[in-house]
């Protein structure tokens, strides 16, 4: 029988981390005695950053016996105490290859329910001073999980651990764990996650995310393609309007209702969203307030060439039966537009909300009156210049339904006050679309000041020019720098963490061209190695894997074939091992 062996619990510090500051509870110590199991953690318990960690989802943290064992013959440590993986519960049995999202356990007088995985983030990295870990947890299928607390009741050390309910479609947490951070990702097994009633909010989103992707792709091509400009018309006193076609007339890719392309022009990138799509030409619409926007305006013509990469964007329409609201300030305008498009023929209830300086500023305003009366519809436009704003005040008189969903995009002050506004009267479904930079996501990072974004101190580095295209800045590589993401702090680019090693997806950018090189290498390519070793070496050859190695198998394709000295610490693998 399963058996509570350790009770752990630790408030959060703020603790130093490589030049800075992490608020964070992962430090957990083992208690003599019975703590209460309420709804949001254990007595004597807390969480820093409860925006991953924490909460009715995530009250307690557990991780087995077993996998500490397997950490310490792996890593070959024997430091590894129980609390040291953050876990509130240290436990033996309950592997994550056997418990199920939804089971239940009754453990001394509370009973528990199985919600997610554990998150992984750089905090349990930092805490072991294993740089891989959060890799490692995925990839040797040992991330533990969370409980929700379903009856309040005391607990401790010795408790036995009876299991009351198992969880519905039977998916274990290593199988749930690997479907959202691994790839290759079975349709089937995304339906059934999302039919999980006891999977967290959180994840239920991801898997929703995933399938709309997988069932939503746009056949589109690889890096940049030059595309033909067609014409150039002036939509208002500061924004034209390019159009891009094929040169050989073959037909482009049809893109998603608000997802937008990224240019390159005068030796820098930018993305602008799509105003209008068809097989035989896109359409960005863009604004004069910059030096790339401003050689568009004044050094292209009708007839050049634009170095143009495929539509990308996870602003997109979403289809549905609900009311729509589609609410722009300005040239955000752009997006909200090509949805707008997309609604011909729909039944839906359509509100279309946009502000713009004055009506000489007012882009696309005949286009959007004449598509708007063919729907059924409510027009609302606001001219600051003239005292009319698009306000708070302005949304709640309109008497939006509560179901709508809404759609909204232009700057980020204008974003936040929309969507405040919004949520006051009801609307919780929003989506957003914002220019510039996106908000940084550094979780548990102390006193971080946001700076505009510069050059980074020191030397000139000589290395390959790497363009922040939201910030709007170019920098040469330099060799002090261990990757990019650590060029981007230097240079104060909003940037957006949580594993730091190629797992949670929190980082994730798309390569339009060139190549990169991973240390590590993040699972999602863990694939690669796999299909290089089976090309490169016949069924029966095998590889010694010396023991520091083994930490992360991608490094096979980098060890084949050495033997090993007498007594080398390591494994025999063959090269076709997965």
């Known amino acids: 029988m399963a058996r509570l062996l350790s009770l752990n619990v630790g408030l959060p510090k703020d603790v130093p981390w490589q030049g800075r500051t992490v608020h964070t509870g992962i430090f957990k110590n083992p208690v003599e005695g019975p703590r209460m199991a309420r ?5 004597g318990d807390g969480q820093g950053d409860l925006g991953g960690h924490g909460g009715e989802q995530r009250a307690v943290m557990v991780y087995q016996r077993q996998s500490y064992d397997y950490w310490r013959d792996q890593l070959g440590r024997d430091d590894l105490e129980y609390g040291n993986f953050g876990e509130n519960f240290t436990v033996d049995g309950l592997l994550d290859d056997e418990v199920h999202i939804g089971d239940r356990y009754r453990i001394g007088d509370a009973e528990f329910e199985v919600t997610q995985p554990r998150v992984t983030c750089f905090r349990v990295a930092m805490r072991l001073n294993e740089p891989e870990m959060p890799s490692l947890l995925v990839a040797r299928h040992r991330p533990g999980f969370y409980f929700r607390v379903i009856r309040e009741g005391e607990v401790r050390a010795g408790d036995e651990i009876m299991r009351t309910a198992v969880g519905r479609h039977e998916l274990s947490v290593a199988d749930i764990d690997a479907l959202l951070y691994l790839p290759h990702r079975d349709v089937v097994q995304l339906r059934k996650a999302v039919d999980i009633p006891a999977l967290s909010p959180g994840w239920q989103g991801s898997f929703r995310d995933l399938l709309q992707a997988k069932e939503s792709v746009v056949e589109a091509w690889l890096g940049f393609r030059a595309l033909r400009v067609s014409r150039i018309v002036p939509e208002s006193t500061t924004i034209a309007s390019i159009y891009l076609s094929t040169s050989d007339g073959v037909k482009l ?55 143009v990469a495929a539509p990308r964007g996870d602003f997109t329409l979403q289809d549905s039966d609900s009311p729509v609201v589609l609410l722009s300030a300005g040239v955000g305008i752009t997006p909200v537009l090509a949805m707008l498009r997309a609604l011909k023929g729909s039944r839906r209830e359509v509100w279309w909300l946009h502000t713009a300086r004055s009506a000489a500023e007012h882009a696309f305003a005949d286009e959007a009156h004449e598509r708007l009366a063919d729907l059924n519809a409510h027009e609302h436009v606001y001219y600051t210049s003239a005292g009319n704003r698009l306000n708070a005040r302005a949304i709640s008189a309109l008497n939006l339904p509560a179901n709508t969903s809404a759609y909204l995009c232009g700057p980020a002050g204008f974003k936040d006050d929309m969507t405040v506004a919004l949520k006051e009267i009801g609307i919780t479904d929003v989506h957003t679309e914002l220019f510039g930079a996106l908000p940084s996501i550094n ?53 957006r963490w949580s594993c730091r090693t190629g797992v949670c997806h929190t980082c994730v950018t798309p390569v339009l ?66």
Request: charged share 20%.
């Open 253 to 307: 890719p049809k893109p998603l209702p608000g997802q937008y392309l990224t240019v390159r022009a005068d030796a820098q990138v930018r993305s602008y969203s799509l105003s209008a799509a068809s097989d035989a030409e896109y359409r960005i619409s863009v604004k004069r307030d910059g030096a790339v926007s401003t050689f568009l305006h004044t050094k292209l013509h009708e007839g050049d060439t634009l170095d």
């Open 443 to 495: 979780p548990g990072i102390v006193g971080a000041a946001t700076t505009t974004p510069h050059q980074p101190a020191g030397e000139p580095g000589t290395g390959p020019r790497i363009t922040f295209a939201r910030s709007g800045i170019t920098v040469p590589w330099r060799e002090d720098f261990d990757n990019l993401l650590e060029i981007a702090e230097a240079c104060d680019v909003p940037t």
């Open 513 to 578: 061209s060139g190549e990169v090189r991973y240390r590590p290498e993040p699972l999602s390519r863990r694939q690669r190695a796999r299909r290089w070793c089976a090309a490169h070496a016949p069924p029966t050859t095998w590889c010694w894997i010396s023991k520091p190695a083994t930490r992360f198998l991608a490094t096979v394709v980098m060890t084949l074939v050495a033997p090993p000295k007498p007594g080398a610490s390591g494994c025999w693998l063959s090269a076709t091992t997965t």
């Open 39 to 43: 709804t949001l953690n254990i007595d």
